[in-house]
């Protein structure tokens, strides 16, 4: 007797026939991804790129194309037909392929890839207003959409119905694409480590796509040196920056300048019994009440005040050798320019990004532990001013990471009790847990910094340097207790008050002590101390995004975070794109904002100039 053949196959040709459709779908979405990276990467491409651009997509296209070859195969169990498994198959693939498409018009708009932003805009209430599209616009663009449709159920069906019965050897295309992601990591970790700017640019252009990077292990190791590569690049033109020649006043009489920073300062600790030295001194200086950062992290909120732009530019200024016009000035009047960090300036890669024009700084500090680097800073910096030259104005950046770390040592926790001995962040998963006591271990710790930035100020009052100095002492950001009620801790969680709002005290031989209400942002640090000091005669607009600390007008709409994850400002709303690329929007203690109550025109207007120093 011989037993017929189940009708609709087996498991193992169920799993065949997927994968089949799977190699079908794949080579279809990489050859959008190859052109549309092609048009959008901005660079002059050569074989090599070329290459690497066709493996990426590769790479790129198998792994977004596995959720749908997952999807086709529960179908294909789910249902008797395995043509309804293949045409919801085909639909998705040709949905993804008709996103790439999309994708390679948002980014030639907006400089980034399609994300919430975006999709609130397309489909906010003010999306007719914002997007007028003409009805032949409308009508190509659904026959677009329809033939791409089209043309993967056809091939799908018509694979399924060529390949049902064939067998091959799957593990060739497996191999295949396993030397794909290999070669195409390998080539990327090369080409980030050794600043490769056409590869970079290359793999911004892929929609979310994100190789592996190794910068510190090619350099450790010997493979790259980054030093002389950095020496080496040049401009490749992408930024325009500054926008226009920059006009110096050479007659001025260069001040020292102290940049004291304290890590994770949290606004509300800023008083006589937190910070004694500092508040004493304070009564001395312009206070900036309503400070905030351009970040919720240490990156970017370095990056703006040594430039007065977004970190959205770090990669820019760091592929293309471009230092800060605030640096290149220090330079230009031989300023004796020095480091204290407690944290490595090479991760992030302050030496690099900001800094690499005086490669003779320091990057470390020596100590075992954080409280040891803080003090040990202290005292270099003290030696330092006993034996800097006098002839050169200075410049000397401390930074303090005390605050940040909760690090302290047992017989320093006396002064603020109850206090946890060390940060448990476990604990932090109880609602019903006690906040006095982490936040008197956080209290401590700026006791602690507040005393060593006080030895710090009592040195240069003592070398009779405040008649020639200005000394800036702020936090790189927030530091957040769970203020919202939201279950946030730290920073670099969102952007609300708690952790962009910091503190910043300005002294100056020339100031009228005051308290300053109104808002102001590190943004505005850089362009004060140029304008003002340095001789540069320029607008502001003309080099960064900020404003004079003495200019009192609305900072609106003001833009804060990361590449991959930023928000604008306004008002009292919070406009955030996070690193899914889900947008959100809630008001200035994180609650949602109903739809109706955003400002869609104005928010796709402040969009569109987030790359407003790139080359148009």
Known sequence: MVCAKPEYGTMKDKLRNSFTNYLVATPLLCV??????????????????????????????????????????????????????????????????IAVIIDYFVFAFYRFHINGFVLSLLTGPAASQIFVFDISLKLKSFAVAAAIIAINIILILKSSKVFRNKTYRAWKPIVALIVCVISANLI????????????????????YYYPTSANTNFDKYGFVDLQKIQQEKTNDGS???????????????????????????NRRTFNAENTPHIADFSDKCVKYTNHVSSSNGTKGSIFTIFTSLS???????????????FVDRLKDLDYNVRTFPSASLRNPAFNRVLLHIFPEIATETTGKTVYDRDCNLTQNFISYIDSADSEKP??????????????????RLWKF????????????????????????????????????VGMVLQKIESKGLLKNSIILICGDHGQEFDDNGKGFWGHNG??????????????????????????????????????????????????????????????????????????????????????????????????????????????????????????K
């Open 239 to 265: 930024l325009n920056y500054p926008k226009k020649e920059l006009v110096w006043n050479d007659s001025i009489t260069p001040l020292n300048i102290f940049l004291i920073v304290i890590d994770a300062w």
């Open 311 to 325: 970190s959205y530019y770090w990669n820019d200024f760091e592929q293309n050798n471009i230092s800060p016009i």
């Open 394 to 411: 200075l410049f000397a950046w401390l930074f303090y990471d005390l605050a940040h770390s909760y690090e302290m040592p047992e017989n």
């Open 494 to 615: 969102n952007f609300s008050d708690a952790q962009i709002g910091t503190n910043l005290i300005m002294y100056s031989p020339d100031c009228q002590p005051a308290a300053i209400n109104y808002r102001t942002s590190h943004y505005d640090i850089c362009p004060t101390l140029l304008k003002q000091y340095l001789g540069l005669e320029n607008d502001c607009g003309d080099f960064g995004c900020g404003k004079m600390l003495s200019d009192s007008t609305l900072r609106d709409w003001m833009l804060v975070g990361s590449r991959d994850n930023f928000a604008f400002i306004h008002k009292n709303h919070i406009y955030e794109k996070r690193p899914s690329g889900y947008f959100l929007a809630t008001d200035a203690h994180l609650n949602e904002l109903p739809q109706d109550s955003i400002d869609y025109n104005a928010l796709n207007e402040k969009i569109h100039m987030i790359g407003d120093f790139y080359n």
């Open 32 to 97: 959008a991804l190859i052109l549309t990276t092609i048009a959008n990467c901005g660079v002059e491409l050569y074989f090599f790129a070329v290459l690497y651009i066709v493996l990426s997509a590769i790479c790129h296209s198998a792994i977004v194309m596995l959720a749908p070859g997952i999807i086709n195969f529960l179908l294909r169990i789910l249902f008797k037909k395995d043509t309804v498994a293949d045409i919801v198959f085909a639909v998705i693939a040709a949905i993804l392929q």
């Open 417 to 452: 009790q109850p206090s946890w001995k060390f940060a448990d962040y476990s604990k932090l998963l109880n609602k019903e847990m006690a906040l006095e006591p982490f936040f008197n271990l956080y209290r401590n710790a700026v006791y602690q910094v507040d005393s060593l």
């Open 188 to 207: 990327y970790a090369y080409c980030s480590a050794s600043l490769n700017s056409t590869i970079i640019k290359c793999t911004e252009a892929i929609p």
